[in-house]
C-alpha cells in the first residue's frame, strides 16, 4: 500500500493499493474518508450500510466510524482512500464530519478526472495555497 502525505497539506494523506490488508477485519480511522474503486468490486458495511461498491463509485465514511470492506475477489481489488483531519474540513466547508452518514455514490467522469489530478499533484506540490484550493475545489465538488 502506498501512502501519500504533503507538509503543504497535512490534514490530509492518501492511501493507494489493494485491500487484503483489511478485507475481512473492522476497523475505523479518525479521520473523514473518501474512498475510490479503482478495480473489481467490494461489500461495504458501515453503520446501517450494506452495500457492493464497484468501479466508478465514491464512498464518504464518518470519522470513527467502524466499517468492514470485503472484496469480491482481493487479488483484483484496488482502492485509493483520502483521509482527511474533521478539523480542517470543520474549518473548510463550516460543518461537522461527524454528522455524516456513510454513503455510497457514483462518481462523475469529470470529477474522477479532477480526483486523479488531485492525487499525482499531492503527491508532488509543494506549495500550500495552490495545493489547498484544489482540495477545496475538489472536496467541495463531492
Do not use: Y
Amino acid at each position: 500500500m502506498a501512502v501519500l502525505r504533503n507538509p503543504a497539506l497535512a490534514d490530509m494523506e492518501i492511501k493507494m493499493g489493494e485491500s487484503r490488508a483489511h478485507a475481512v477485519r473492522k476497523h475505523a480511522h479518525p479521520e473523514l474518508c473518501l474512498g475510490f474503486v479503482e478495480k473489481g468490486s467490494s461489500t461495504i458495511r458501515c453503520r446501517a450500510l450494506n452495500n457492493t461498491m464497484t468501479e466508478g463509485q465514491a464512498i464518504l465514511i464518518p470519522p470513527g466510524a467502524v466499517h468492514l470492506c470485503c472484496p469480491e475477489d482481493p487479488e483484483r481489488f484496488n482502492f485509493t482512500m483520502i483521509h482527511i483531519s474533521p478539523a480542517w474540513f470543520t474549518r473548510s466547508f463550516s460543518m461537522n464530519p461527524s454528522d455524516f452518514l456513510p454513503g455510497i455514490a457514483g462518481i462523475r467522469r469529470d470529477l474522477d478526472r479532477q480526483r486523479r489530478h488531485f492525487t499525482k499533484r499531492f503527491a508532488s506540490v509543494a506549495d500550500s495555497m495552490t495545493l489547498e484550493s484544489e482540495a477545496l475545489c475538489f472536496i467541495g465538488a463531492i
